[in-house]
């Protein structure tokens, strides 16, 4: 057991040190003035990564998936209709949150693999002339099978059929690693989590409201309390919290989007895009196909790869952890045994690449795919080298 190993799964991430620092912070009273030095510019700095100059940002000690039932909750009624596509185990998830708090949802399936279909959305929008359906929801990068969906091209569609539903986006496995334009493309509330982009612990669930989605408070009947984004507001005005907040955790978030920050957004953005190439070019050399099913829904995130029909990926997640004391992803749900998943957001250097890329071959190898050892690394590293 080295515990030391790099984790190779989409969230939690590798955690820079500076950050494992920022979290482990002296007990402070919360109710002390300090406490406002920290909860102003973790959430300015939230602003800034989703490049909005009018959301308000809010901090839930809670999870990606709190953040999923603090949009729902301050802005719908029970029997309000969403619309939604179900393309992986993330969207999946949300529609059964959405079920079980009695909203009706539409429900466009498509073949996991497959983005959102803008167009499926417009049509149905269209037809929606009574505009019954108040929201659409947005699995942004579906983390279950590494496909990216266009947010612009889903804002485009509801703007299209002229609708007013707003738009409810989960960019908890995209928001600090690819581009996130919460103003330009009109997200009406964005949702991530403390433990994927922002490379911290578990701990916090991150809502963005626009002035529109924040509006609907006064006339949105679900049942909330602890999510509540009217008692935090009025926390937050007075430089608190409604309840105890994970300081730690803040002072990590206020870190982490100063990290962000100064390397800049689009230095962030290109750097993912350069080490998940290189993650492709090796799965490439290994001659097996990504889960994702054309180039343009390539995640920069995560790679989703399909084993060969037959094989249970499964082992392969299971020997990397007891052999080799590394974590990759497993395929989720519908995807399980068929697909493992290699996660590479946040701080992954070139050498953790290349070391994950080469535990994934000795695994491979060692189950008896046919692979042949270096061979995704030497891809990996001929992309690294130049680019
Ligand atoms: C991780 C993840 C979630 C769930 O977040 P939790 O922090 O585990 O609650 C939701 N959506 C996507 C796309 C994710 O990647």
């Not at 190779?8 to 002296?26: K, Y």
């Not at 719908?76 to 209709?81: A, R």
């Not at 290109?270 to 070019?281: D, L, N, P, Q, Y």
């Not at 290994?286 to 037959?310: F, H, R």
Request: net charge negative; aromatic share 8%; with cysteine.
């Amino acid at each position: 057991m080295h515990n030391q190993n790099p984790v190779f799964i989409p969230g939690p991430t590798n955690m820079p040190e500076a950050l494992r620092r920022a979290v482990d912070m002296p007990t402070m009273d919360h109710r002390s003035a300090g406490f406002k030095d920290i909860l102003h510019p973790a959430l300015n700095g939230v602003k800034q990564v989703l490049k909005s100059e009018t959301a308000e940002v809010f901090l839930f000690p809670s999870t990606g998936s709190g953040g999923w039932e603090t949009a729902l909750s301050n802005t719908l009624s029970k029997g309000d209709k969403v619309l939604a596509c179900e393309n992986g185990m993330f969207s999946q998830k949300w529609i059964d949150m959405c079920q079980r708090h009695g909203l009706e949802v539409e429900v466009v399936s498509v073949p996991w693999g497959q983005g959102i279909p803008a167009h499926r959305y417009e049509e149905i929008l269209s037809a929606d002339s009574g505009h019954e359906i108040k929201a659409v929801l947005a699995t942004h990068n579906e983390t279950a099978t590494g496909v990216v969906s266009n947010i612009a091209a889903v804002r485009a569609a509801i703007n299209a059929a002229a609708h007013p539903a707003l738009l409810f986006v989960d960019g908890v496995s995209s928001i600090g690693s690819m581009d996130f334009r919460m103003d330009a493309w009109g997200v009406d509330v964005a949702i991530t989590g403390s433990q994927k982009g922002f490379m911290l612990p578990a701990g916090l669930a991150i809502a963005a409201f626009s002035p529109k989605a924040a509006a609907m408070i006064e006339t949105a009947t679900l049942p909330r309390w602890y999510f509540d984004i009217r008692d935090m507001r009025a926390g937050y005005a007075v430089n608190g919290f409604p309840y105890t907040p994970p300081v730690g955790m803040i002072n990590g978030l206020k870190m982490s989007t100063e990290m962000l920050l100064s390397e800049g957004l689009e230095n962030v953005f290109a750097r993912h895009a350069r080490i998940a190439e290189g993650v492709r070019k090796a799965v490439a050399a290994w001659d097996m196909p990504l889960y994702a099913q054309s180039p343009e829904l390539y995640s920069n995130s995560v790679s989703a790869i399909k084993t060969p029909e037959g094989f249970d990926a499964n082992e392969i997640v299971t020997l990397a952890s007891e052999k080799y004391d590394t974590a990759f992803g497993a395929g989720l749900g519908q995807v399980a045994g068929k697909l493992f998943r290699i996660g590479h957001l946040g701080s992954l250097p070139d050498v953790l690449a290349l070391a994950g890329i080469a535990t994934a071959e000795m695994c491979m190898k060692d189950l008896g795919l046919a692979i042949t050892l270096g061979s995704g690394v030497a891809a990996a590293q001929e992309h690294y080298r130049t680019v």
